[in-house]
């Protein structure tokens, strides 16, 4: 399923207002728990930044050596 910003922004909405139920088009979901309406958020926004083109990366390098200078 592709999310939106709009849907993005329904379930902040209704994570403010401490409900267990959002509405996304003409589909109801209900939540167990505020941490699975939060892992939920995290997956949503994950997905429109990556449509969106802005999803941020992280690049670590690693240098090895023996130890001598």
């Known amino acids: 399923m592709a999310w939106t910003q709009s849907d993005v922004d329904a379930l902040k909405a209704a994570i403010k207002t401490g409900v267990l139920m ?25 997905e429109v930044a990556a449509a969106a083109g802005t999803v941020r990366t992280r690049q670590v390098r690693f ?5 001598l200078c």
Do not use: C, Y
Request: no cysteine.
């Open 22 to 46: 959002s509405r996304h088009g003409e589909t109801m979901q209900t939540f167990r728990s505020l941490d699975e309406m939060r892992e939920t958020l995290r997956m949503m926004e994950a």
């Open 63 to 67: 240098q090895t050596g023996k130890g």
